[in-house]
């Protein structure tokens, strides 16, 4: 049996905010979630619709790292 469980709050902080599409090349996000008991060992999976997102990294319990790389055109 496959359980899926759903992080309960999280908070995202952008790197030399603000992200300008067509300007901005790369930027580090960092995550923080509050993972439920028990699924400390699950991956992180980021996406998005616009732009994409580099290997997530663990930093520590419910803190999470990854480059986000937007497109290079200011109307996608």
Same mark, same amino acid.
């Given at each position: 049996?496959?359980?899926?469980?759903?992080?309960?709050?999280?908070?995202? *902080?952008?790197? #030399?905010?603000?992200?300008?599409?067509?300007?901005?090349?790369?930027?580090?996000?960092?995550?923080?979630?509050?993972?439920?008991?028990?699924?400390?060992?699950?991956?992180?999976?980021? *996406?998005? #619709?616009?732009?994409?997102?580099?290997?997530?990294?663990?930093?520590?319990?419910? %803190?999470?790292?990854?480059?986000?790389?937007?497109?290079?055109? %200011?109307?996608?």
């Amino acid at each position: 049996m496959l359980a899926v469980t759903a992080a309960r709050a999280a908070s995202v *902080k952008v790197e #030399n905010e603000p992200i300008v599409l067509g300007r901005t090349e790369s930027v580090t996000m960092l995550f923080q979630i509050d993972e439920p008991p028990g699924t400390e060992d699950r991956p992180l999976a980021l *996406k998005s #619709n616009v732009g994409s997102f580099g290997e997530v990294s663990r930093l520590g319990p419910g %803190r999470y790292s990854a480059v986000y790389i937007p497109p290079p055109t %200011r109307f996608p």
